[in-house]
């Protein structure tokens, strides 16, 4: 089942960039929206959310169009499939080519990615310095099937995508997207230790 047109999903511009831009699988939703509504704090919806997503990863021709699932030249794409209509998550695929990659950041809220094609390769970073400085925590290979969960404080990283060929994740924020324009709380560009 498509929420291109059903189940509340309007689309709207922001940014004067139109979305849904692609589709988000119903039962994918409706499986997320259980655990959202559990009420549990943001770690627990991340880890149960994450759960939901293990196993179940859709195909990327079933979110988007192809030209979209290409990439673009100038840099990596979010494109925003499914917002809740209370808002309480959102849905968005991220499409990446060789090299591109994600500043230094942290999150407004709880996350869940899914490696749908490809490979991203995450650095996790911990604030040190008196929080002036950043040093390297954590580094992760993260493949295609690959599902990982998060929420603040703790979750400040970069992902670039280091292999040959486009990749392709899914993303399901605890936030309203459409509102916000992204899940980013902070950009670090603070100097990272050795
Ligand atoms: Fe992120």
């Given at each position: 089942m498509s929420l291109t047109s059903t189940d509340k999903v309007t689309p709207s511009s922001r940014a004067g960039r139109a979305w849904p831009a692609g589709t988000c699988q119903g039962h994918l939703v409706r499986a997320v929206r259980t655990e959202v509504r559990r009420g549990l704090d943001w770690q627990q919806t991340a880890d149960r959310v994450a759960g939901v997503l293990r196993g179940n990863l859709p195909d990327p021709a079933d979110l988007l169009p192809g030209p979209l699932r290409h990439g673009d030249p100038d840099r990596y794409q979010s494109h925003l499939l499914y917002v809740e209509p209370d808002g309480s998550f959102s849905v968005s695929v991220m499409v990446w080519r060789p090299g591109q990659q994600t500043a230094i950041h942290d999150h407004v809220a709880w996350c869940v990615t899914g490696v749908l094609l490809g490979r991203e390769y995450e650095e996790i970073f911990a604030l040190t310095d008196s929080g002036n400085a950043l040093e390297l925590a954590a580094r992760n290979l993260n493949l295609a099937g690959t599902v990982s969960g998060f929420a603040p404080p703790g979750d400040i990283h970069r992902v670039r995508n280091t292999g040959h060929d486009v990749a392709i994740s899914l993303h399901v924020y605890g936030a309203d997207i459409s509102r916000?324009?992204?899940?980013?709380?902070r950009e670090y560009t603070l100097p990272i230790l050795p």
């Open positions: 916000l324009g992204n899940s980013i709380r």
